[in-house]
């Protein structure tokens, strides 16, 4: 498979259309009008799907991958360890053997579970304003208002929101860069990936931890590494998933990752994801949209 072709399925959803109807992944042909349908609005507030829109968007998915081979699928609840999904695969190398090659970060946290389980809403149907916010509390000093942050179409960031940051790692000899993209190589076409996940809130705090010195880069033993990602955030829970982002939201994801994500919340100073968000050697300066939980067992692995 060349490796444009490959990219163009891994590519975060941010950077896939960002209004294609459910009839691009297979859904019932008035699914469009069914969600200008669905669309619910309050004063002051962003456009946000109904509950049907969603249950619709979980029964496409289900319908698009019955019978059809995929794999497990991301993201997952943390906490619950069933699944019935009966695809396995190898769980790929620690970070340490393997190359970092992207870091991004979504909205909310796409996964639930430890910290992290205060819902978010619906959203908007494509990814955003969707997703799961620290469960903790903030004082008043940590969310006073600041200059939003990695500014996007869809908004920038303000203190009291929740990330969740990836860090991706591939067994190709890549180099990080720009995109999953920069995971792939034309000497492996089919290179094992790890995600190492982290949720942060930020915080209008400047004694919050520095999020550019948790993005840091270096090489070490021929491997690129993040040596900074956060060690006393609790045991990583690793499973077995797929990659993520609401292009999928009902389509099934075609390839495998073993995720570890870490169950506690850490957090940022504000400023220094706003910096990241305009220096950073990813090309990355807005947070992407989330992909729905998935919750049906059958696409879910069990974790160990």
Known sequence: ????????LLLPA??????????????????QLQAQKAYTTGAGESETVSDAYIAEQRRNLAINTKGQGFGPQSPRNIDIKQGKNRVYFGTAPDSSR?????????????????????????????????????DGHLSKRELTPSVEVCPSDHGGLKPGDTIEVHYVHSSAKVVPG????????????NPDFR???????????????????????SKRKGFYQAPRI?????EPVVYAGSTTGPG?????????????????????DINTVGSWCE????????????????????????IK
Not at 1 to 8: A, E, V, Y
Not at 111 to 130: K, L, V
Not at 248 to 268: A, L
Not at 284 to 295: I, M, P, Q, S
Request: proline content about 4%; overall charge negative; charged content about 20%.
């Open 98 to 134: 393997m190359n970092l090659c992207n870091i991004h970060f979504h909205k909310n946290a796409e996964h639930a579970g430890g910290e992290f389980t205060t819902y978010a809403g619906n959203g908007d149907g494509h990814g955003y304003q969707t997703g799961y916010k620290y």
């Open 14 to 31: 941010a950077l896939l259309p960002l209004h294609a109807s459910a009839t691009d992944f297979g859904g019932p042909k008035n699914a």
């Open 1 to 8: 498979m060349k490796t444009k072709t490959l990219l163009s």
């Open 195 to 217: 995600v190492e996940a982290q949720v942060f809130v930020l915080v209008n705090d400047e004694n919050a931890v520095d999020f550019t010195h948790h993005t840091q880069v």
């Open 230 to 234: 956060p060690r006393w955030t609790g």
């Open 248 to 268: 999928y939201n009902e389509d099934g994801s075609p390839y495998q990752v073993t995720w570890s994500v870490r169950p506690k919340v850490v957090k940022v």
């Open 279 to 302: 220096d950073n050697q990813f090309d990355e300066d807005h947070a992407h949209g989330v992909r729905n939980l998935v919750k049906n067992p059958h696409l879910l692995s069990k």
């Open 178 to 189: 720009a995109s999953l993209g920069a995971c792939l190589s034309d000497s492996i076409s």
